[in-house]
């Protein structure tokens, strides 16, 4: 069985997101989403939220599972026996980052291959920090991310406030 692993923060989960999910979810047999703690990112939601919001995403996909990744992600891959990173490529912008961490990961672990997958055009702009932004100040993120997100930013922005 060939299995993925769709690594990253999910500081919420977007459309964006949800679009690379479902274009993994088809290639292949299996799909594991990690969700990084990323400490260093300072991130709105806890790593127990973003599992939370994640998981009621995919709730209906029996082959995709969501964890929590610990430690490096090329050790992880390595412990739950999975050959294949998945990222998302929104536009140019994303290249020399992912690029840079494609090729590091593989210095690290050769027998490892990152795959990117690109979203529909409508998605390309989106990103969770303009979500964050916007839901900030109010505004309408209906058609970034699903409604028990947009829940998740009310509670947390009324919090803040
Ligand atoms: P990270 O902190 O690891 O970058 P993110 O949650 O921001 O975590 O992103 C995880 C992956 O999803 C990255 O490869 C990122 O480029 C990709 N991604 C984020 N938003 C989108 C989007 N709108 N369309 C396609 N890919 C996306």
């Known amino acids: 069985m060939k299995r993925a692993i769709?690594?990253?923060?999910?500081?919420?989960?977007?459309?964006?997101?949800?679009?690379?999910i479902r274009r993994a979810a088809t290639t292949f047999d299996g799909l594991?989403?990690?969700?990084?703690?990323?400490?260093?990112?300072?991130?709105?939601?806890?790593?127990?939220?973003?599992l939370?919001?994640?998981n009621q995403c995919v709730l209906d996909?029996?082959?995709?599972?969501?964890?929590?990744?610990?430690?490096?992600?090329?050790?992880?891959?390595?412990?739950?026996?999975?050959?294949t990173i998945i990222r998302g490529l929104r536009a140019i912008s994303d290249f020399e980052y992912e690029f840079q961490m494609a090729l590091m990961n593989r210095r690290l672990a050769p027998d490892l291959e990152t795959v990117f997958l690109t979203p529909q055009?409508?998605?390309?702009?989106?990103?969770?920090?303009?979500?964050?932004?916007?839901?900030?100040?109010?505004?309408?993120?209906?058609s970034f991310v699903p409604p028990h997100v947009i829940d998740a930013l009310k509670k947390k922005y009324r919090n803040h406030r």
């Not at 599972?65 to 992880?76: A, C, T």
């Not at 055009?121 to 916007?134: G, I, P, Q």
């Open 6 to 20: 769709y690594p990253g923060s999910f500081d919420p989960v977007t459309f964006g997101h949800l679009d690379i």
């Open 32 to 50: 594991v989403i990690g969700v990084a703690r990323n400490a260093a990112k300072e991130p709105l939601f806890s790593l127990d939220e973003r």
């Open 52 to 54: 939370a919001m994640l």
């Open 61 to 83: 996909v029996p082959t995709i599972e969501v964890v929590e990744i610990e430690g490096l992600l090329v050790d992880f891959c390595r412990k739950i026996n999975c050959r």
């Open 121 to 142: 055009e409508a998605h390309t702009f989106l990103s969770s920090r303009l979500v964050k932004e916007v839901a900030h100040f109010g505004g309408d993120v209906s």
